[in-house]
């Protein structure tokens, strides 16, 4: 079992900048693929980015492409999502995952292929 807690959201202007973390506690954080998500009240969560258990690839949603950067560290058990020039359009619940038993150089982009989510943090880019 892995449990993740997120932290970092809050509020911010357009074009603004935000780094959120998430922690993982449990198990060991290696084999672990990560991703981030985000979901807005009345829609599906939706993909935002994810990087392979040794970080060695990464994939984004073509709508943070260029802006947010993925990112982890093993060591601390923490995997980090850079967020750059936020637009109002960002503003969600952002969600991390965990797929256990993955390998190495592959990520994940569904909500069906993780195991573990936190909780969720708020953000709020305000125009």
């Known amino acids: 079992q892995v449990q993740l807690v997120e932290s970092g959201g809050g509020l911010v202007q357009a074009g603004g900048s935000l780094r959120l973390s998430c922690a993982a506690s449990?198990?060991?954080?290696?084999?672990?693929?990560m991703g981030w998500f985000r979901q807005v009240p009345g829609k599906e969560r939706e993909f935002v980015a994810a990087?392979?258990?040794?970080?060695?690839?990464?994939y984004y949603a073509d709508s943070v492409k260029g802006r947010f950067t993925i990112s982890r560290a093993n060591a601390k058990n923490t995997v980090y999502l850079q967020m750059n020039s936020l637009k109002p359009e960002d503003t969600a619940v952002y969600y991390c995952?965990?797929?256990?038993?993955?390998?190495?150089?592959?990520?994940?982009?569904?909500?069906?292929?993780?195991?573990?989510w936190g909780q969720g943090t708020q953000v709020t880019v305000s125009s």
């Open positions: 449990g198990r060991t954080f290696n084999n672990y693929a």
């Open positions: 990087v392979s258990w040794d970080g060695g690839s990464t």
């Open positions: 995952a965990a797929k256990r038993l993955s390998r190495s150089g592959i990520y994940y982009t569904t909500v069906y292929d993780y195991d573990y």
